[in-house]
């Protein structure tokens, strides 16, 4: 066994999970960043040798244990260099995700955990009785007016405090959903976010499997690949929403499009939006411009939509 590298602030010994404690209990040795840990005493009094440390351990040393802050930079340098890196109750794939999200793992298991906690008592028989009321097609305009305030934040800029509180609404009708679902015995908040972690591992080969990779093309390609025979889909436009905007909805077919390798360069795209705006307008050509206007969009690496809601704003701040 390498090296166990346990990331914990002083702050955090009461999110230590057994497994943690019994693979500390283990080592002949741990060792501390902080000399001042209050993780130290309690190691000695269980017979462990505890303490600090002068020179950085190696990371293949057997039955020995760093205890580090979260965000430590050698938490992520000892996985790169083949220690074990524990995350807590949060499972990880391999050590290097551990490394990489050690600095917010812990805090985030207590305050999503509490997230659902505070859900499943609104709508219990002792929570909220508008909370108990709702349905998921009674959420439906919530779910859409927080997700438009979030893109309004962004598009103002306001980026720290505001995006959060943003963001906390958004997240806040997915817990909504999931508890309703966990109500009916359906699924859980516990397992949307399995769902999410799982899809997002097997559809980054390049990340945790042996898949090798030119650039975000072949990312994207690959993604889409992964994603068809996920869905197992003959066409590969099934499954963009119906409801999204003109705008977006032209954006993800051309971004299904290219991963099936049917890319459109930009100076592609400008001739067919220029051949467009030569004929006579009616919605047909007006279509075609528009259509091929996101396909520039895309090869420049822009947001359609939000270039245009830019341009709106711009506008009417010039009035």
């Known amino acids: 066994m390498p090296l166990i590298v346990v990331p914990l602030a002083v702050d955090q010994v009461g999110l230590l999970t057994l497994d943690e404690w019994d693979a500390l209990t283990s080592c002949t040795r741990v060792l501390f960043e902080r000399p001042d840990h209050p993780l130290v005493e309690r190691l000695r009094a269980a ?10 351990p190696d990371a293949g040393r057997e039955g020995w244990a760093l205890v580090t802050d979260p965000d430590s930079p050698r938490v992520i340098e000892l996985a790169r260099n083949g220690a074990s890196v524990t995350s807590g109750a949060a499972p990880a794939p391999d050590a290097p995700t551990a490394a990489h999200g050690a600095y917010v793992a812990r805090r985030a298991q207590a305050e999503l955990g509490g ?6 008592r609104l709508r219990s028989e002792d929570g909220c009785p508008w909370d108990r009321e709702q349905s998921h097609e009674s959420l439906r305009v919530h779910l859409v007016e927080e ?5 309004e934040a962004i598009d103002r800029g306001h980026v720290g405090a505001e995006l ?24 859980d908040l516990a397992g949307v976010a399995h769902g999410i972690s799982s899809k997002l591992i097997h559809r980054h080969p390049h990340v945790f499997g042996d898949t090798e990779v030119s650039g975000a093309a072949e990312v994207v390609r690959n993604w889409e690949s992964i994603k068809a025979q996920e869905k197992d889909r003959s066409d590969p436009f099934e499954g963009i929403p119906a409801s ?27 001739a067919h939006v220029l051949q467009a705006l030569e004929q006579e307008t009616d919605a047909r050509s007006l279509g075609d411009a528009l259509f091929w206007l996101v396909a520039v969009a ?7 939509e939000g270039a245009l809601r830019s341009a709106t704003g711009r506008f009417r701040d010039s009035l």
Do not use: C, N
């Not at 017979?47 to 950085?56: I, L, W």
């Not at 997700?147 to 893109?151: G, I, K, W």
């Open 47 to 56: 017979g462990v040798a505890a303490g600090p440390f002068d020179d950085d």
């Open 115 to 120: 997230l659902a906690l505070i859900m499943a």
């Open 147 to 151: 997700a438009h305030e979030v893109l």
């Open 164 to 187: 959060e509180e943003e963001l906390g609404d958004l997240l806040l009708q997915v817990a909504f959903h999931a508890q309703m679902a966990a109500d009916d015995g359906r699924f």
């Open 244 to 270: 999204l905007s003109a705008l977006l909805h032209a954006y993800k077919t051309q971004k299904r499009a290219a991963g099936k390798g049917v890319e459109i360069t930009g100076a592609d795209a400008q």
């Open 298 to 304: 895309r090869s420049a690496g822009i947001d359609p």
